[in-house]
């Protein structure tokens, strides 16, 4: 390797500088360029035609990926079979298991029901719970989807509507079923209750029952 001012470049091409140590660098690195820029700060940047990689290991593992691909997108890779965690505060924040299950504030989202264990959020200590924000005129959604096309992409849906402040629940590709106004009056099969108790139906072999049944 050679140097010249402050630019430390390989003799030959494939040279590979090895460290054995430790190693102080007081401006930018650039791996594959000679001219590290960065919008704020500096560091580490590596320039490479199609993919671009660090791959920080320890011993026999085979590594995390912090890479860009040609076309912009970002990889973080834990290329082993095992968890992948973010933390703050010398804390777990986040942790994505080796089969994709997200905890937030919870290191074992698989010990929670297969059938909802994609998504887990907080622990067994103190409270915890889920916020969605949307403008004061606007509504939040909860969707539920059967495919990507359509009405399959809100198969089933609860909506908090902010300009009335009425919670609504929807089936049947999305149509409200249930509907809770700002005065808590429920309405069933009308989006408008009048009353405390407003069911509405379409049919008239429609309305209310009330089955009491007596066995053994």
């Known amino acids: 390797w050679d140097r010249t001012g402050t630019t430390l470049s390989p003799v030959n091409a494939g040279d590979n500088l090895n460290v ?5 660098f007081a401006g930018n690195v650039g791996v594959g360029t000679s001219s590290p820029t960065f919008a704020a700060g500096g560091g580490v940047q590596a ?4 993919f671009c990689a660090f791959r920080a290991t320890s011993g026999s593992n085979t590594g995390i990926d912090f890479a860009q691909a040609a076309n912009g997108h970002g990889y973080v890779y834990n290329r082993d079979n095992a ?20 905890g937030v504030g919870n290191s074992s ?5 297969a059938s909802a264990d994609d ?12 916020t969605i924000c949307s403008q004061d005129n606007t509504s939040g959604y909860i969707m539920f989807a059967d495919g990507t096309t359509g009405a399959q992409t809100y198969a089933g849906q609860i909506t908090y509507d902010h300009t ?8 049947t590709d999305g149509t409200t079923g249930l509907t809770v106004d700002s005065s808590q009056r429920v309405g069933v099969g009308s989006s408008a209750p009048l009353s405390k108790l407003h ?12 089955i009491s049944s007596t066995t053994g």
């Open 20 to 24: 054995d140590g430790s190693a102080t």
């Open 47 to 50: 320039s490479f035609g199609t």
């Open 83 to 102: 968890p992948l965690t973010l933390g703050t505060n010398n804390t777990e924040r986040l942790r994505i298991d080796s089969s994709g299950r997200v």
């Open 109 to 113: 989202p698989s010990s929670y029901n």
């Open 119 to 130: 998504f887990v959020v907080g622990n067994h200590t103190g409270a915890h719970g889920v």
């Open 164 to 171: 009335s402040n009425r919670l609504t629940l929807g089936t």
């Open 199 to 210: 069911v509405q139906n379409t049919a008239s072999n429609d309305g209310v029952r009330i």
